[in-house]
């Protein structure tokens, strides 16, 4: 694809490879998910490809219109062993031109990592662990997976699979996350989340009973509002 334009051709086929700690879950690349880096209004010079399956968080380098120098992956940045990385989200760091937080959640320990970026010489960054974050509800009792991240620049919220619940954070000023709530996700098996436009609302897909869930976020506290049913939902974007 070509980043501000419709779907193209494609510009080249990356296969990314390796193995994780876990094998059952990780012993294979298993992308789940790809991000233009930096984000807009930044011109992008990375396309960051996450790997469940190597703990990797590959970059593929482009051009300012997206296609790339070379259709080849290496890694940019890496996960604690077997935390099996599923999304991330970006913000821009306050007050550092240029720089970024990156946070991304491991589906297999439910643990959210945020990263530095920090820009370096031709286009390339920098990324330095700096902080880690449990989502998941105290005292729990079985083994959830995380599945979705995503932030209005004021909250960041995190859904758990087979605990079903939704996880926010309020943003501090210098990036770092402080804990607002956790509450049901409305429904079984949040598979993924989206943000409405004015980040006032997020809907969850609630895969395995068939509906979507509304939540009312612009308070930081999910608050149910509504929800719909839709055959085993996986995916929500809003256009």
């Given at each position: 694809?070509?980043?501000?334009?419709?779907?193209?051709?494609?510009?080249?086929?990356?296969?990314?490879?390796?193995?994780?700690?876990?094998?059952?879950?990780?012993e294979a690349a298993h992308g789940h998910q790809v991000w233009a880096f930096p984000p807009a209004p930044a011109k992008p010079s990375y396309?960051?490809?996450?790997?469940?399956?190597?703990?990797?968080?590959?970059?593929?380098?482009?051009?300012?219109?997206?296609?790339?120098?070379?259709?080849?992956a290496t890694p940019a940045f890496k996960v604690p062993g077997g935390a099996g990385p599923r999304h991330?989200?970006?913000?821009?760091?306050?007050?550092?031109?240029?720089?970024?937080?990156?946070?991304?959640?491991?589906?297999?320990?439910c643990i959210l990592y945020q990263f530095l970026a920090t820009p370096t010489e031709?286009?390339?960054?920098?990324?330095?662990?700096?902080?880690?974050?449990?989502?998941?509800p105290e005292k729990c009792e079985t083994e959830p997976f995380s599945s979705a991240i995503i932030t209005n620049g004021k909250h960041l919220f995190v859904a758990n699979r087979f605990v079903d619940t939704l996880t926010s954070y309020a943003v501090q000023p210098d990036g770092s996350l402080e804990k607002v709530a956790i509450v049901p996700?409305?429904?079984?098996?949040?598979?993924?989340?989206?943000?409405?436009?004015?980040?006032?609302?997020?809907?969850?897909?609630?895969?395995?009973?068939?509906?979507?869930?509304v939540f009312d976020v612009s308070t930081g506290t999910p608050q149910l509002k509504s929800d719909f049913t839709t055959p085993s939902p996986t995916c929500v974007y809003f256009l």
């Open positions: 694809f070509k980043f501000g334009m419709n779907v193209t051709s494609p510009q080249g086929i990356v296969t990314l490879k390796g193995t994780g700690p876990n094998a059952e879950r990780q396309v960051l490809a996450v790997d469940l399956g190597t703990d990797i968080i590959w970059g593929i380098r482009c051009n300012d219109d997206g296609s790339w120098v070379k259709a080849e991330l989200t970006v913000l821009p760091a306050a007050g550092q031109a240029g720089h970024y937080h990156v946070y991304v959640i491991g589906e297999l320990n031709g286009g390339a960054y920098d990324f330095q662990l700096t902080a880690e974050y449990d989502t998941r996700c409305g429904g079984q098996v949040p598979r993924d989340a989206s943000l409405s436009p004015d980040g006032k609302f997020l809907v969850v897909c609630n895969q395995q009973d068939n509906h979507l869930s």
